[in-house]
Structure formats: structure tokens, C-alpha cells
């Protein structure tokens, strides 16, 4: 009968510290930009701005959900750098 609360308090230890383990190596808890008081610090580097045809990608999707362009796929292939040349790649 002893042998068996040991074994059962060994094995609840052992699921404790699994569980801390795996809460301890939880996404985000030891890779946080977050500072003292929950406020993320800034990024280490800046992306590289876009290029000038993503603000007429972004028009064109804005004028397909306002209905005034009937052809998304037509209208982005032609905005963007070699888009009417897809069909010379295959």
C-alpha cells in the first residue's frame, strides 16, 4: 500500500513539472519583445519599404469590394512587374 501513494506522488510530481515545462516553453513566453511593464519595445530593424505598385494593388482590391472592377486577378496581374507576362513563364 506505501508503494502505491509512492508511486502515484511520483507520478503527479512528474505531470507538475511536465506541465511547468511546457507552460514555461509556451510561444512567445521567453521570446517576448514585451518590456516591464507589458509595452513592446520596437523592432531591431526596419523593413524595407514597398514598392510604389502595392498602394495601386491596394486601390484596385478597394475599387473590386466597391464593385466598380469586375476582374481582380485581371487588374492586379496588370499593376504589378510583370504580371502580363505570366503566361510566357510556363
Given at each position: 500500500m506505501n508503494g502505491l501513494r509512492t508511486a502515484v506522488a511520483a507520478l503527479v510530481a512528474?505531470?507538475?513539472?511536465a506541465s511547468a515545462g511546457a507552460a514555461a516553453a509556451a510561444p512567445g513566453a521567453a521570446d517576448s519583445d514585451a518590456g516591464p511593464n507589458g509595452d513592446a519595445d520596437p523592432p531591431g530593424e526596419l523593413p524595407e519599404p514597398v514598392p510604389d505598385f502595392v498602394g495601386d494593388v491596394h486601390?484596385?482590391?478597394?475599387?473590386?469590394?466597391?464593385?466598380?472592377?469586375?476582374?481582380?486577378?485581371?487588374?492586379?496581374?496588370?499593376?504589378?512587374?510583370?504580371?502580363?507576362?505570366?503566361s510566357a513563364d510556363s
Open positions: 512528474l505531470a507538475l513539472l486601390d484596385t482590391i478597394n475599387e473590386f469590394l466597391s464593385g466598380s472592377v469586375d476582374a481582380l486577378g485581371e487588374a492586379v496581374s496588370g499593376l504589378t512587374p510583370g504580371g502580363g507576362d505570366a
